[in-house]
């Protein structure tokens, strides 16, 4: 069992900045790709950054915006989100997986709980 809880969501002006973090705990070790998706209401999940030992993948409307790192204990998953736009508002969710395939697909992720983030214009 691996539990996710997602904090720093909020309300922020365009242009600004917010940072969300991911705390794991549990069946860590089992759950080795994290990342974040995201929920525009109306819309589909939508994939945002996945990060790994070799590096991180990020979704093309976030790419150069958004950054996300890990704890060296890997418990722990920031997203530095930069460069706000209002198409960036929506839930936000932790996920955590076991394979590249799954973490990217969001087929077979563990997910938390989601936290609300919205880009005012």
């Known amino acids: 069992q691996l539990q996710l809880v997602e904090s720093g969501g909020g309300l922020v002006q365009a242009g600004g900045s917010l940072r969300l973090s991911c705390a794991a705990s549990?069946?860590?070790?089992?759950?080795?790709?994290m990342g974040w998706f995201r929920q525009a209401p109306g819309n589909e999940r939508e994939f945002v950054a996945t990060?790994?030992?070799?590096?991180?993948t990020y979704a093309d409307a976030v790419s150069g915006r958004f950054n996300i790192s890990r704890s060296t204990s890997w418990n722990t998953v920031w997203l530095q989100m930069n460069s706000l736009k209002p198409e960036d508002t929506g839930v936000y969710y932790c996920?955590?997986?076991?394979?590249?395939?799954?973490?990217?697909?969001?087929?077979?992720?563990?997910w938390g709980q989601g936290i609300q983030v919205t880009v005012s214009s």
């Open positions: 996920a955590a997986a076991q394979s590249f395939r799954a973490i990217r697909t969001a087929i077979g992720c563990s």
């Open positions: 549990g069946d860590i070790a089992e759950h080795y790709y």
């Open positions: 990060i790994y030992e070799s590096g991180g």
